[in-house]
């Protein structure tokens, strides 16, 4: 059993704040949500150095810009030694974790990426985190052993039929069950997130409301959640809305979403993350934090790559070097009366978790 007082709400209820707009009632669910952060996971913004290390990807997935279809990015894969000096920085600009992003790339080995985890753990004290897909289980395990904290893999909908339209399955391949598969990543023992996207396409308040409950009944370590932001090389842009009650991709409907995430999953931690930022690049990265958010992803990529990583156009941060994304954020958390995080910043969630298995 949590410890944590997990607000119960109701499909109904959370739908409802959903589509509220009044301002007065939104305040109110923002201090609500700054509060439960506080109590749970206090002030502390946790820094995660972000390294893009491979924008090859096999997948089709309609609303993003390193699906294979698009012929129009130069694709590149990072060397382990580029991989290592990026880990190195991050340690020295005093980051707890590095998340290790790629698209799902099979011209990355099982083995390689082991080694690479392996000395990115000899040599740092950093927590490793990697996003790089749905692997074969043996692949997982092979990580986790090789010194893999963390996995990352969102849901992106829990809509079954939105799924299928916007993330078609490899050719000769089943369907995937990200749900399955998070329950298998947190039985080899890493610590999971997910999440969503906001605003998809065709996404009723009823589908993100459900969202919102699977959050809970997965009890997830880490949330990340962000607007959709259409990319010229996906066809999703071009998919009609859900006919009634379509999901606006807004940046206050990715407040409210961060805001009720942290009333149901107290005690997980939740990134202000890059989608947010770039839909509101003077303050959205602040706001998420003072909305629920502990969690915020400086990049560590090579500013040479950052750009090839065109996940969804106009990404904040592309011109900026690491240290440059240091510096601002050190200065953003400070501005809104936070500190920085000391240490790998597990989430409760999972310390506790351990403790009690
Ligand atoms: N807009 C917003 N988020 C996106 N992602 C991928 N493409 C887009 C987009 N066009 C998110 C997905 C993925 C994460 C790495 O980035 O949720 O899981
Ligand atoms: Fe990269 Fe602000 S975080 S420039």
């Known amino acids: 059993m949590s410890q944590w007082v997990r607000s119960l709400m109701t499909h109904d209820e959370i739908r409802t704040w959903l ?103 000899r040599e740092t004290e ?62 080899i023992g890493y610590e999971t997130g997910s999440g969503v996207m906001i605003g998809i396409p065709g996404q009723t308040y009823d589908d993100l409301a459900t969202d919102i409950e699977w959050f809970g009944r997965l009890e997830l370590d880490m949330i990340g959640v962000g607007p959709f932001i259409p990319h010229p090389a996906g066809p999703t842009a071009l998919l009609p809305p859900a006919e009634e009650g379509q999901v606006p991709n807004t940046e206050q409907m ?32 602040e706001l998420g934090l003072q909305r629920g958010a502990n969690v915020v992803m400086p990049n560590c990529t090579p500013t040479r790559y950052r750009a090839l990583y065109d996940i969804y156009p106009a990404k904040a941060c592309v011109d900026e070097t690491a240290e440059q994304c240091l510096h601002c954020l050190r200065a953003r958390i400070a501005s809104i009366g936070r500190s920085v995080g000391e240490g790998r910043g597990d989430s409760p969630a999972y310390i506790n978790r351990l403790a009690t298995t």
Not at 68 to 85: C, F, G, P, V
Not at 141 to 161: H, Q, V
């Open 19 to 121: 589509e509220e707009d009044r301002s007065e009632q939104l305040d109110r669910l923002w201090a609500r949500a700054n509060a439960v952060r506080r109590e749970n996971v206090g002030d502390a913004v946790h820094l995660r150095g972000l390294i893009e290390f491979s924008n090859h990807c096999v997948r089709t997935c309609g609303y993003c810009g390193l699906n294979s279809t698009n012929r129009r990015i130069q694709r590149y894969r990072m060397t382990a030694d580029e991989i290592l000096d990026c880990a190195h920085a991050a340690a020295s600009y005093g980051y707890g974790t590095v998340v290790m992003q790629s698209g799902e790339d099979y011209g990355i080995s099982a083995l390689w990426l082991a080694d690479v985890i392996c000395r990115i753990h």
């Open 126 to 187: 950093l927590a490793i985190t990697l996003s790089v897909g749905e692997r074969p289980l043996d692949e997982l395990k092979r990580w986790r052993d090789a010194g893999a904290d963390r996995y990352l893999l969102r849901f992106e909908t829990s809509n079954r039929d939105l799924y299928d339209r916007i993330h078609p399955p490899r050719a000769g391949q089943d369907r995937s069950d990200r749900f399955e598969l998070l329950r298998q990543l947190r039985e």
């Open 254 to 285: 990715a407040y409210k979403v961060v805001a009720l995430t942290r009333l149901l999953c107290p005690a997980s931690n939740i990134p202000s993350t890059s989608a947010l930022a770039t839909l509101n690049q003077t303050e959205g990265r």
